[in-house]
């Protein structure tokens, strides 16, 4: 009997405080609204300040979110940013894949910089994790596919997806089990050591290969944990939760211009997929892009534009943070990220980069696609028709003068507010923040 009422009371302990939860939690699921690279480090890194758990919820070492704070630059692949604020839990969940030797690198450089890891980072034993094959599967197909090919970061992201669609992949929680990890590892070298033969390609060494994943095996064991269990349970104590997105929502498994993707769900409901945080517990989507638009790889790119590029270039601007590549460059979008406010269900946005359009005399947005005599007000599924398609702009007055000493909106010139405003109302959704620069203190809340 008395054992029933405590049972009782810690359920109606529970309902209560979900109750309340509604009117104190704001779980905030933050993606990108173009081809990635939108400046999402950044805007997590300021909005980091307002959560207590910030979750990377896909990809793997594709990503390279840069942040800059004072004169340090540190450029994350796999941590989530909110380790750079002091006493933030960082979760790397479940729908991402790891490459465990890269991710203890990238640990060691933080610590080296004074970041403080230990009891702040959490790794979930479901993620899957990225092995040599991979990479060398990514690189083959690459090579293979010849002037078709997709320009993939080469980090083995999407055979490690393939593996876990497919259902022979390893994940950390056999990673961090020695008997385990040996006997998985030597089935799926022998296997995958055939495909690299039938590619022409070196076959690898089980010993060396077990070597260097149990040495980073036993430096990662300690932050590997069921975080499924442990998210749920800070919603359930109204927690602010920040579910930072990598790459972008056309670089989308699903939703991206196809094959020209990631090969993970890159719009928010891979936020909780990848955590397994349901979707009744998120409470709004923020959307971050670019006051222009940018992408790495091929595949189509409507308004690229080599005259914007050329201009961003020359400022130092717009190379990768991952691979170093020049970005591909051009006009700011609205067809894609009218597409992208739809499918994530965007309700704030967030414009980074207004500084890079400083210098410009006139600026072009695109409004909607011409393709023979056929008007397009979304992207055209068929990559073949997206490729030809003609942008149709609108154009606006540049402010040709600095914006990265604004920090207010009555700072900004009334033509980059003009600007900013249109690009929001073309997009569906409402501004509320603007980046002016990649320092923390160059942002603007509206
Ligand atoms: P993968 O993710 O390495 O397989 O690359 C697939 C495509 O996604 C390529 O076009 C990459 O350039 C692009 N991509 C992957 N990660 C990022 C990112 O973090 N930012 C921008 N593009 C990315």
Redo the contacts with the bound molecule.
Sequence with gaps: MRRLRAWKQIWLGRFFSCVSLKFTMANTILVGAQ???EGKGKIIDVLTERADIVVRTQ?GN???HTVLIGKQKYVLHLVPSGILRRGKKCVIGNGVVIDPPALVEEIEGLKRLGVRVDGNLFISETAHIVLPYHRLLDEQREARKGKNK????K?G??PAYADKAARTGLRMIDLVDAGRFAELLRDRIRENNEVLKAFGAKALSFAKVHAIYREAGDKLRRFVTNTVVMLNEAVRRGKDILFEG??GTF?DIDHGTYP????SNTTAGGACTGSGVPPNRMHKVIGVMKAYTTR????PFPTESVEIGDMLHALGREFGA?TGRPRRCGWFDSVVTRQAVMINGIDELAVTNLDGLDTLERIKVCVGYRHGSKLYAHVPNDGRVLKECQPVYEEFQGWQCPTNKARSWQDLPVRARRYLEAIAELSGSRLSIVSVGPDREETIFL
Excluded: K, M, P, Y
């Design positions: 081809w990635g690279d990809g594709n990503a390279g997709i320009g993939t970061t980090r992201i999407g990598a790459q670089l020209f993707v990631t090969s790495v790889g091929e595949g991952t």
